[in-house]
């Protein structure tokens, strides 16, 4: 086992290194350069030069590549310049990350509490109305978009009906103390029930916009894996040496259809990422997916290389946790 979380983290190191020479030539490759981007039409030969001097882009090309991972090693990316301008971009992320990673964590726990068990239920009684039903929502999933769902969502529960708030995290008028940014967390942590249910409501329109997708791939994905095991020759000699269905379901079927769903699941956990940009918007939820798009729309490169880096750390974290998995789950697998 330990040979094997070695090679994953060897891996995971190689993808890193990988990823900040492409974000490194990125930032290069735009037109006119950083430069011209953060100058816009104000540039001049002075100007130019002045900036040039100060970001190092004025040194050799290898130079400024180790000064890029130097200083992003230590947390520095540099000053925002249009999201919270003035405040250090890495401030930026870590003001922010909690509201993206509760929301995601949310969307991912209502997918898989719903998707495995419809998943699972489908595939037994494959052809009935259950799975029918369950295959056309799961293509309804798919195929509405995720700013459009959560709109219509909005629209319905929050502005029509009432039901729920329609924006933000918590109300206003709240005074709740924050201990880790994760508003939810932070009122079970000091026993603000009030303030935690309040952060629980404010969540639910958008993590259940935000997990239609998740659910609509985790569903379709444990489907196909417990059809697919289920007609194995060592689960029909289960049922052929007279062992219980609970033991056949749980020990046999269970148990080997979980890799593909593990599988899918860590890669779903990056597309939720990619996902709460759009429904932070509609929601008006301060996190990293409205960094993003404000980054974009004022071109605040500091934290959007920030984002970028940190985003794609917790996504190869989270594919070593599913490796790691891989191998609890199937001891075959260390020794490859």
Do not use: C
């Amino acid at each position: 086992m330990l040979r094997y979380t070695v090679r994953r983290l060897a891996q995971m190191v190689l993808v890193v290194f990988a990823l900040s020479i492409l974000l490194f030539a990125w930032l290069r490759s735009l037109p006119g350069g950083p430069v011209s981007a953060l100058l816009g039409d104000r540039a001049t030969p002075e100007s130019r030069a002045a900036l040039e001097a100060q970001l190092g882009l004025d040194r050799p090309i290898l130079v400024q590549y180790w000064s890029f991972v130097s200083r992003a090693v230590t947390g520095d990316f540099g000053t925002s310049t249009g999201v919270q301008r003035g405040t250090p971009a890495l401030e930026v992320f870590l003001q922010r990350f909690p509201a993206t990673l509760e929301l995601s964590i949310m969307a991912l726990l209502l997918a898989v509490a719903f998707a495995i068990p419809v998943g699972y239920l489908a595939a037994r009684r494959r052809g009935g109305w259950l799975d029918n039903v369950s295959i056309v929502w799961s293509l309804v999933g798919v195929a509405v978009p995720v700013f459009f769902l959560a709109f219509l969502l909005k629209y319905v529960f929050a502005v029509e009906l009432g039901w729920l708030p329609a924006s933000g995290r918590q109300d206003t008028g709240i005074d709740a103390t924050r201990v880790t940014g994760f508003f939810m967390l932070d009122g079970v942590l000091t026993r603000e029930w009030d303030a935690a249910w309040n952060a629980f409501v404010h969540l639910l329109l958008p993590a259940v916009a935000l997990s239609t997708i998740p659910f609509a791939v985790i569903f379709r994905i444990t489907r196909a894996a417990v059809l697919d095991v289920m007609d194995e020759d060592y689960v029909r000699t289960a049922r052929a040496k007279g062992l219980t269905g609970m033991v056949i379901r749980r020990r046999h079927v269970l148990h080997n259809a979980m890799l593909p769903v593990v599988t899918t699941i860590g890669l779903q956990t990056g597309a939720l990422l990619a996902g709460a940009i759009l429904t932070e918007r509609v929601f008006n939820i301060s996190g990293i997916g409205q960094a993003v798009a404000l980054g974009f729309e004022r071109k605040d490169f500091p934290v959007l290389q920030v984002v970028i880096v940190s985003a794609a750390m917790v996504y190869v974290l989270v594919n070593l946790v599913v490796d790691l998995s891989y191998a609890l789950i199937d001891p075959r697998l260390r020794t490859r």
